[in-house]
């Protein structure tokens, strides 16, 4: 509509709406996936909007950092609920509760990522706010250097080093599996993070690169990244690069480039939807129909539908024979089928040395 926004930092797509965190102005923009202005949300209530997320029941939660609270609206857009700071010792007296993003599951859990929160996601129960206890801190990664003054020091020459603790998670949002995902903004080995219910990572790929912003999960459970400076990442449920696309604009305002990324969604058919909060702007991708055959090929592989999913990796390897992903697609078909000489000569194609 005439709605203009200002620093939007996040947005959620629910079906057939877009809801759009316009922190600027103080409020959640609703409004169709052609951005046909539905309603305004929040307005009264909300100082700093930073993360939004619809739940199954269509309820709509927001994090709000100068609040320092998490606000559930109706699918009426009246306010419901509201999450503060959870007055339990477990949380910590001193710790603060600065919400960034928040997500929750089918089964009464609120996630809420916290700036400066080194012990990982905060867990809430959604129906009574109880604080449940975090859940996923990143890990501390000890040198070979550390374990040897911890070795040789006295516990009074430990308490004088400066204290190693593990980086805050920055970003998060969980599927409809209830498979939580996790962002941490700055150089780590793990830049994204697939947790299951006991909070153990299940990529097997390590996913790192410079200035993450964002993530959202699509209907195969293909992951997408995208960078504060422009470019998005499409990975696949075992954290392996699919493509990278996008780019930095210097200015000239061309399409499909941005100033600065700070949210990414996709709906059920693929199509993704990227907020530039610089512009305040959202462009939209649809796959080609390459991508279309991959990500076709990719939901038979990764249920186990080796031989079903040859067909559409040759159509893939038709229009690229130099897509690594679609030999060891190849490669797996045959190798059920018994063709050990074509395995191993698609294998190798696929740089699968393993």
């Not at 620093?7 to 052609?34: E, Q, W």
């Not at 999450?83 to 007296?93: V, W």
């Not at 702007?281 to 249920?303: C, K, R, S």
Request: proline letters at 3%; aromatic letters at 10%.
């Amino acid at each position: 509509g005439d709605e203009i926004l200002s620093k939007p930092s996040d947005m959620a797509i629910s079906g057939d709406r877009l809801y759009i965190a316009d922190k600027g102005n103080h409020r959640i923009v609703v409004s169709t996936l052609n951005g046909d202005l539905i309603s305004v949300i929040g307005s009264d209530v909300l100082k700093e909007p930073v993360g939004v997320f619809i739940a199954g029941n269509g309820e709509i939660l927001v994090a709000d950092s100068s609040a320092q609270a998490v606000f559930a609206f109706g699918t009426d857009g009246m306010l419901i609920k509201n999450y503060e700071k959870p007055d339990s010792f477990l949380y910590g007296k001193d710790e603060t509760f600065i919400p960034l993003k928040v997500a929750c599951d089918s089964n009464d859990n609120l996630y809420i990522s916290c700036k400066g929160n080194s012990n990982g996601i905060v867990q809430l129960s959604r129906s009574t706010g109880e604080f449940l206890g975090y859940f996923g801190a990143n890990e501390v990664k000890v040198s070979l250097w550390d374990k040897f003054l911890d070795a040789i020091f006295t516990e009074e020459e430990k308490s004088q080093l400066q204290q190693t603790i593990p980086a805050s998670i920055s970003n998060l949002t969980v599927d409809s599996d209830g498979i939580v995902y996790t962002m941490t903004n700055i150089e780590t080995e793990q830049v994204i993070r697939k947790l299951n219910m006991s909070a153990n990572d299940m990529l097997t790929t390590n996913i790192s690169f410079p200035s993450p912003s964002d993530l959202a999960v699509g209907n195969i459970g293909n992951i997408y990244a995208a960078t504060s400076n422009g470019y998005i990442l499409e990975f696949n449920s075992e954290g392996d690069l699919l493509f990278i696309f996008g780019g930095f604009d210097d200015g000239s305002q061309r399409i499909g480039l941005f100033s600065t990324i700070s949210a990414i969604s996709v709906t059920d058919d693929g199509r993704l939807y990227v907020l530039d909060d610089t512009a305040g702007q959202i462009q939209t991708f649809e796959p080609t129909e390459f991508t279309e055959n991959v990500h076709t090929a990719l939901a038979l592989y990764q249920d186990g539908k080796y031989i079903e999913s040859k067909e559409p990796w040759e159509k893939v390897l038709l229009m690229n024979n130099l897509f690594d992903y679609a030999h060891k697609g190849i490669a797996e078909s045959y190798y059920m089928e018994e063709n050990y000489a074509e395995a191993m000569k698609h294998f190798e194609l696929s740089n699968d040395k393993e």
